[in-house]
Structure formats: C-alpha cells, structure tokens
C-alpha cells in the first residue's frame, strides 16, 4: 500500500462493475483505489467445488448486438486475452410431454411464433397468431437506447397499450420467465418492458447470447481486469472491508476501512451491492431510500445443485430448460462436463441444476427438481453421486423490475456515485447490466475530472515480440 493512502478516485467493490470502473478509470491515468473484502475478486461469481471439479454457475450475458456489449469494452480497451466461450445450444421440454426441441436463434416475431407453436399444445386461431406476431414485432424492434429508457414501465400497461390479446401475454411474459428462471407470475406482476424484451431479445432472438468464460468468470475475467489497477499505478486492497464513506461539508473525502485505516479521495464509487450502502452512512442519503425499499419487495430465490453422477443417464449433450406446465416453474440443466471441456474429468458427467422462485416458496425446490429431472432421465435419483448446492442472495433481476433505481451519482454529496449493479442509467442484465454500469460511471467520473483520453500507450499490454 502506498504510503499516503491517497487517490484521485476510490472503488469499493471487487465485482464485475468494481473491476470495470476501477481498470477504466486507471486506463485513463486516474489514480485508483479499488477496494475488495475478498482474497480473490469476483467472490460472487465464484466456482463452485464437487469432488474435484469446478462448477462455473454463471453463463455471463453478453450483449453482443447492442454496440458489443459492455465488459467486451472494457476487455478490448486493456487487451486482455480472455478465453470467451459461447454457452452450448439449448433444447426444451415441456414436463408430461414425451420429446424435446432444439431452440433456433428466433430472430423475428414470425420465427418466434413458428417455434412456439410447435412446441405449445394448444390450438392456435389465425387471429391469435397474427395478434402475437404483431405485438412481438414492436417489442423487437424497439431501439436498444430506448428500450433501457422503459425499466420504470409496467409490461402490464404497455401490453394494453398494444392492445394485447390474452395468448399474446402469456407468451411473451413466459418467455422472459424462461431466461429469468422464475414462474410467469412473478414476472408479469413485477417485470418492466425493458425486463421482458432485454431477456427475450438476448437470449432467444440473437441481440446476445450467454457465454462460459475460461476457467471460470472470476478467474478468467474478473481477476485480471481488477489487476490492471495495479499494473496502471494504482493500488488494489484485498481482503480489506470499507465501514464507512467519510463525508464532510457535503462532500466525499474518502473511505474508512474496518480496520481503522483510511484512505482519501475526492471521489469515492460505490459498486458492493446497494443493500450494503447503507452501512457506511450515519444518515441514509435519500436517494436510496425508494430503491432500497423496493429491491427489499422484489427478493427472490436462486438456487443451484451441481451433482456428479457416478452413472451416465443424461441423454443430452445441450443445456436443457424444462417448463411444467402445473408448477409454472421454469428449470434449467448445463451438462458442464461439455460446456467446460477444459475441466478434470474422470468420464462421469458433471451436471448443474438451476432453479428460480419467489422468495418464501415452501416447496423443497432440490427433491422437486429430482422429482422432474428423474422423469427426463430414468435412473437420475439411483446416479445422483458428490453434489453440492448452493443459494444465492442477491438481486441481479432488479434492474428488470419496475421502480425507482439507485441514480449514478449522489444529488446531494458532491463526488459519490454509485456505480454497481440495478443502478441508472440502466443498460442490460445480469453480468452486463453491472459492467455497464462500472463503465458508464467510470466514464461519467473520468469525464469530470477531465480525463477522458486512453492513457499513453506505453500502459496498453503489447504482447512480446510485436
Ligand atoms: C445465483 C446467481 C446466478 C447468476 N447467474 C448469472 C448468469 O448466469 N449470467 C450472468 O451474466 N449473470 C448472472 N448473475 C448476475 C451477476 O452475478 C451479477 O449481475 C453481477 O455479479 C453483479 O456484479 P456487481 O459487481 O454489481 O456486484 P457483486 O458481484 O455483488 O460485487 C460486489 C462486491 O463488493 C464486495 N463488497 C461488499 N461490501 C464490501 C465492503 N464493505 N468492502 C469491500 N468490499 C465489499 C463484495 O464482496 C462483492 O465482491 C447471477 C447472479 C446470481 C446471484
């Protein structure tokens, strides 16, 4: 640690949008403190570890389609060699129906309703299909800037505006309840216009995809982005907590660590997810007070098992999602021995299972889920070897969710901003919605400072012998 422990601008957060704002604004030659409560960065989008295996259980977003996505840029801007891996194909099936379908990338509403009504069992009336094609089509083409701008607008209201029949709402709302992992309901009731098509358009209709990163997200990105600080001449502090955002006359002047020490700056970024923020204030700063409480309402369940199984009953080499049609409830199913070729293996395939749902739930969601998954492969309860599972808190699908959202920077503490995940502007999902926001908020703080410029070349990584 330098000895005067001061800096241009602070990061507090080792997460995909801490490491995107950190490494942008050293790349623009500001003096960086990023500050990381964990050993490694990217704790929360760590491996997973059974039986010798690591279990990568986050697909990273990747909005490919819209101006190439958000940690692609900041990736290219430092040329690091991250190995990107496009997710493998995705089949589905519907519980109680015998077969599966292999999704094509649906890249317009009459390639969607193709698809979907030869998957659906339910007789169809021309209208019907002429009533989705149309209301899909407008969800499609709305232009991404715009699109991001109806994170406050209720699906519900927009669907009415389109004068939407009931079929048209079913489907589209359950084909976001898909991506999300979460029954229809919860998604109708809550998800914006900007919830339902930026999943829809990502995942299903070529605007994106979801990738596996090699070895794992926090290892193979996340890490090495975060070690650019340093290599640009700021500090990176790990294992070190912030307890408090010290303000004075109105205005950030630094952070206090937990263990007593502190650090100055004029800036100071908050990027360690907003139920932390409070924490580090003697007085809420009000802008948080309606996101805060509405992220509070919005909680939900993420759960996730990988098992390895000592016989080969997956029949699949694709990710597979399976809908119930009784439970509403949405599953999904990565054989990660072949999305992760790169893996130790012994032979014995290497299987995650992931569930969403609404906080609260009572049903035990791991013997429901074995229940479903040993009517798709016979003999699954009787392979079930090592396993391990794991939950979640977390609030990735807040920026989908209509209300109000943390803003960018502080209205009334000069230099604090805010520049995590389910913060406005709101650009994307999951990893890319956080990235964006890292990089937004390091443009908008170098922008400030007046540095808007790439620092020299000299700091760029130009690989040996070039
Ligand atoms: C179960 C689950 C599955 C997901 N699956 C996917 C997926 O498949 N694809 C995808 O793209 N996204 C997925 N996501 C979403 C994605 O993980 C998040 O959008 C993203 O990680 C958010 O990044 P962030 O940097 O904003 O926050 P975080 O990753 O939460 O980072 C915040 C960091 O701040 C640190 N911190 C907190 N308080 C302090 C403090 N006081 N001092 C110092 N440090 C502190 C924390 O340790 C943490 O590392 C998933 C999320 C969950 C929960």
Same mark, same amino acid.
């Given at each position: 640690?330098?000895?005067?422990?001061?800096?241009?601008?602070?990061?507090?957060?080792?997460?995909?949008?801490?490491? &995107?704002?950190?490494?942008?604004?050293?790349?623009?030659?500001?003096?960086?403190?990023?500050?990381?409560?964990?050993?490694?960065?990217?704790?929360?989008?760590?491996?997973?570890?059974?039986?010798?295996?690591?279990?990568?259980?986050?697909?990273?977003?990747?909005?490919?389609?819209?101006?190439?996505?958000?940690?692609?840029?900041?990736?290219?801007?430092?040329?690091?060699?991250?190995?990107?891996?496009?997710?493998?194909?995705?089949?589905?099936?519907?519980?109680?129906?015998?077969?599966?379908? +292999?999704?094509?990338?649906?890249?317009?509403?009459?390639?969607?309703?193709?698809?979907?009504?030869? =998957?659906?069992?339910?007789?169809?009336?021309?209208?019907?299909?002429?009533? =989705?094609?149309?209301?899909?089509?407008?969800?499609?083409?709305?232009?991404?800037?715009? =699109?991001?701008?109806?994170?406050?607008?209720?699906?519900?209201?927009?669907?009415?505006?389109?004068?939407?029949?009931?079929?048209? /709402?079913?489907?589209?709302?359950?084909?976001? &309840?898909?991506?999300?992992?979460?029954?229809?309901? &919860?998604?109708?009731?809550?998800?914006?216009?900007?919830?339902?098509?930026?999943?829809?358009?990502?995942?299903?209709?070529?605007?994106?995809?979801?990738?596996?990163?090699?070895?794992?997200? $926090? +290892?193979?990105?996340?890490?090495?982005?975060?070690?650019?600080?340093? %290599? =640009?001449?700021?500090?990176?502090? +790990?294992?070190?907590?912030?307890?408090?955002?010290?303000?004075?006359?109105?205005?950030?002047?630094?952070? $206090?660590?937990?263990?007593? /020490?502190?650090?100055?700056?004029?800036?100071? %970024?908050?990027?360690?997810?907003?139920?932390?923020?409070?924490?580090?204030?003697?007085?809420?700063?009000?802008?948080?007070?309606?996101?805060?409480?509405?992220?509070?309402?919005?909680?939900?369940?993420?759960?996730?098992?990988?098992?390895?199984?000592?016989?080969?009953?997956?029949?699949?080499?694709?990710?597979?999602?399976?809908?119930?049609?009784?439970?509403?409830?949405?599953?999904?199913?990565?054989?990660?021995?072949?999305?992760?070729?790169?893996?130790?293996?012994?032979?014995?395939?290497?299987?995650?299972?992931?569930?969403?749902?609404?906080?609260?739930?009572?049903?035990?969601?791991?013997?429901?889920?074995?229940?479903?998954?040993?009517?798709?492969?016979?003999?699954?309860? /009787?392979?079930?070897?090592?396993?391990?599972?794991?939950?979640?808190?977390?609030?990735?699908?807040?920026?989908?969710?209509?209300?109000?959202?943390?803003?960018?920077?502080?209205?009334?503490? /000069?230099?604090?901003?805010?520049?995590?995940?389910?913060?406005?502007?709101?650009?994307?999902?999951?990893?890319?919605?956080?990235?964006?926001?890292?990089?937004?908020?390091?443009?908008?703080?170098?922008?400030?400072?007046?540095?808007?410029?790439?620092?020299?070349?000299?700091?760029?990584?130009?690989?040996?012998?070039?």
């Amino acid at each position: 640690m330098g000895e005067s422990n001061e800096f241009e601008a602070m990061v507090v957060g080792g997460g995909i949008a801490g490491v &995107a704002c950190a490494a942008s604004l050293a790349i623009r030659d500001v003096r960086t403190l990023l500050v990381a409560e964990t050993a490694l960065l990217g704790h929360n989008v760590r491996a997973v570890e059974v039986d010798g295996r690591r279990a990568q259980v986050q697909q990273v977003a990747w909005h490919f389609g819209w101006g190439g996505g958000h940690w692609l840029k900041v990736v290219r801007e430092h040329n690091l060699p991250v190995p990107v891996h496009f997710a493998l194909p995705i089949e589905a099936s519907m519980r109680g129906l015998p077969g599966r379908n +292999r999704l094509p990338i649906m890249v317009s509403a009459s390639a969607t309703a193709d698809f979907l009504f030869r =998957l659906l069992p339910v007789p169809v009336e021309p209208e019907q299909r002429r009533d =989705l094609e149309r209301v899909l089509q407008v969800g499609m083409m709305i232009p991404w800037e715009e =699109l991001c701008l109806l994170h406050d607008q209720p699906i519900g209201v927009w669907l009415d505006d389109q004068g939407a029949g009931e079929l048209t /709402r079913m489907v589209i709302e359950l084909l976001a &309840a898909v991506v999300a992992g979460l029954p229809r309901d &919860a998604v109708s009731d809550t998800f914006s216009v900007f919830g339902i098509f930026c999943h829809i358009r990502t995942y299903f209709a070529g605007d994106g995809c979801f990738t596996l990163i090699e070895p794992d997200p $926090q +290892r193979g990105l996340i890490e090495p982005l975060g070690q650019q600080v340093e %290599a =640009l001449g700021g500090e990176l502090w +790990r294992g070190v907590k912030v307890d408090r955002v010290l303000v004075e006359s109105g205005a950030v002047t630094g952070v $206090q660590m937990t263990d007593g /020490r502190v650090a100055h700056a004029p800036v100071v %970024a908050l990027a360690a997810g907003n139920t932390r923020i409070p924490a580090y204030f003697d007085e809420l700063p009000p802008e948080l007070g309606a996101p805060l409480a509405k992220e509070a309402r919005f909680k939900h369940q993420q759960l996730m098992v990988a098992t390895v199984l000592d016989e080969p009953v997956v029949d699949t080499d694709e990710n597979l999602f399976i809908h119930d049609p009784t439970t509403g409830a949405n599953i999904w199913m990565i054989p990660l021995h072949k999305a992760e070729p790169w893996q130790p293996t012994d032979g014995r395939q290497f299987i995650l299972q992931w569930w969403g749902g609404v906080s609260g739930d009572t049903t035990d969601p791991v013997a429901y889920m074995d229940d479903v998954f040993e009517e798709e492969f016979p003999g699954w309860k /009787r392979a079930i070897g090592p396993r391990r599972r794991f939950d979640r808190k977390h609030h990735w699908l807040n920026p989908c969710y209509v209300g109000p959202k943390v803003p960018r920077r502080s209205p009334g503490i /000069r230099g604090l901003f805010y520049v995590g995940e389910s913060t406005e502007p709101v650009a994307g999902i999951a990893s890319e919605q956080a990235a964006f926001a890292g990089y937004d908020g390091a443009l908008t703080i170098a922008s400030e400072l007046g540095r808007t410029a790439l620092g020299s070349p000299a700091n760029l990584r130009v690989p040996a012998g070039i």
